[in-house]
């Protein structure tokens, strides 16, 4: 006899299946012709297109991938460390997914720095807050044992690390941040910036742009409704600090301690108004703040390696974010 499935209790967009019991399925069914972007890649120690990718578990438990790249003969003696905090909504993607690799090797070869991408736990399993204690894990982890690993230590400048993270990654970058400016046992590095590039700030009443933007691949608004209710806490809505840190409910800006940073949004990013927001509120908080912006594209474009193979806009704008964050980078 076929033992039969228990009942899908929750589905997202073809991305994700909660089941009765709790279970969880990430296999994507949606459009195959994409699923080679949501594929992990292998790392490889050797360089390819210029890169080496090896990925490290620590003895704290803590998981990165580490994209390398070869020296050239214009690179300084150190190269700054990006701290890769990835997408998803909390619920889904790994570091080591095609759609990553392709952009941070691109990233690492072009901005010419050393990128650290953390493996972070994933909701409905493991809610809000998990994936932040995980990605400032990985932040203390390069100040302790990431100071001894073999790819980093001849060539990561550790007084120039940057933290970098896409859509919900851009969430914990700010989390990270601003406990990084309280903690006095980040000794052995400098947090130099910080990109939060499109990243999940939301309201839990929609925004004009999340009512009359066009839906991408990377977002829909099922997404952004059933991702962030399997992620908050318990009793939480989307005013949650994670998810609304320009919000009533959030610490007041003005006391955050912040790197100098880079917010990236794109013009037709379901949630740009809320982005927005949250640069003013920065602003207003006389925070250190630029804003990249990306035009006639939508959320996560540059993760789109069909996009970006056959769009010309989507080509050249993800050019131009890669240009910029490295202007950014080489400023500080």
Same mark, same amino acid.
């Given at each position: 006899?076929?033992?039969?499935?228990?009942?899908?209790?929750?589905?997202?967009?073809?991305?994700? %299946?909660?089941?009765?019991?709790?279970? &969880?399925? %990430? =296999?994507? =069914?949606?459009?195959?012709?994409?699923?080679?972007?949501?594929?992990?890649?292998?790392?490889?120690?050797?360089?390819?297109?210029?890169?080496?990718?090896?990925?490290?578990?620590?003895?704290?438990?803590?998981?990165?991938?580490?994209?390398?790249?070869?020296?050239?003969?214009?690179?300084?003696? *150190?190269?700054? &460390?990006?701290?890769?905090?990835?997408?998803?909504?909390?619920?889904?993607? $790994?570091?080591?997914?095609?759609?990553?690799?392709?952009?941070?090797?691109?990233?690492?070869? =072009?901005?010419?720095?050393?990128?650290?991408?953390?493996?972070? %736990?994933?909701?409905?399993?493991?809610?809000?807050?998990?994936?932040?204690?995980?990605?400032?894990?990985?932040?203390?982890?390069?100040?302790?044992?990431?100071?001894?690993?073999?790819?980093? $230590?001849?060539?990561?400048?550790?007084?120039?690390?940057?933290?970098?993270?896409?859509?919900?990654?851009?969430?914990?970058?700010?989390?990270?941040?601003?406990?990084?400016?309280?903690?006095?046992?980040? =000794? %052995?590095?400098?947090?130099?910036?910080?990109?939060?590039?499109?990243?999940?700030?939301?309201?839990?009443?929609?925004? /004009?742009?999340?009512?009359? $933007?066009?839906?991408?691949?990377?977002?829909?608004?099922?997404?952004?409704?059933?991702?962030?209710?399997?992620?908050?806490?318990?009793?939480? !809505?989307?005013?949650?600090?994670?998810?609304?840190?320009?919000?009533?409910?959030?610490?007041?800006?003005?006391?955050? *301690?912040?790197?100098?940073?880079?917010?990236?949004?794109?013009?037709?990013?379901?949630? *740009?108004?809320?982005?927005?927001?949250?640069?003013?509120?920065?602003?207003?908080?006389? /925070?250190?703040?630029?804003?990249?912006?990306?035009?006639?594209?939508?959320?996560?474009?540059?993760? !789109? *390696?069909?996009?970006?193979?056959?769009?010309?806009?989507?080509?050249? $704008?993800?050019?131009?974010?890669?240009?910029?964050?490295?202007?950014?980078? !080489?400023?500080?």
């Amino acid at each position: 006899m076929v033992q039969q499935k228990t009942k899908v209790v929750q589905e997202v967009s073809g991305w994700l %299946r909660v089941y009765e019991g709790g279970s &969880v399925d %990430r =296999t994507w =069914t949606g459009p195959p012709q994409v699923k080679f972007m949501m594929e992990p890649v292998q790392a490889h120690t050797h360089f390819v297109d210029g890169v080496a990718v090896r990925d490290v578990t620590s003895n704290s438990g803590v998981r990165v991938r580490i994209y390398l790249p070869e020296k050239q003969p214009g690179d300084g003696q *150190k190269l700054p &460390v990006l701290l890769h905090l990835h997408g998803g909504g909390f619920c889904i993607s $790994q570091p080591d997914w095609y759609m990553y690799y392709q952009f941070y090797t691109r990233l690492a070869r =072009t901005a010419r720095v050393i990128c650290v991408s953390a493996y972070l %736990r994933l909701a409905p399993e493991h809610p809000l807050p998990a994936a932040c204690h995980d990605g400032y894990a990985a932040l203390r982890w390069l100040g302790s044992e990431g100071h001894a690993d073999p790819c980093l $230590q001849p060539h990561a400048d550790f007084n120039r690390v940057f933290l970098i993270g896409d859509s919900s990654g851009g969430n914990l970058v700010h989390e990270v941040a601003a406990r990084a400016g309280h903690d006095t046992g980040l =000794t %052995r590095i400098t947090l130099a910036g910080a990109i939060p590039i499109h990243p999940g700030f939301v309201r839990s009443t929609r925004s /004009k742009s999340e009512m009359e $933007q066009p839906e991408s691949p990377f977002l829909t608004l099922d997404m952004v409704d059933k991702f962030l209710a399997l992620a908050l806490p318990a009793g939480s !809505n989307k005013d949650h600090p994670i998810t609304c840190p320009m919000g009533p409910v959030a610490p007041a800006m003005e006391g955050l *301690k912040m790197p100098p940073m880079l917010l990236c949004v794109a013009d037709m990013d379901l949630i *740009k108004d809320s982005e927005m927001e949250y640069y003013e509120a920065m602003k207003e908080a006389g /925070k250190d703040v630029e804003l990249l912006m990306s035009y006639k594209v939508g959320h996560s474009f540059y993760l !789109n *390696k069909i996009a970006v193979d056959s769009d010309p806009q989507t080509s050249a $704008q993800t050019a131009d974010l890669i240009s910029g964050i490295a202007r950014f980078i !080489n400023k500080h």
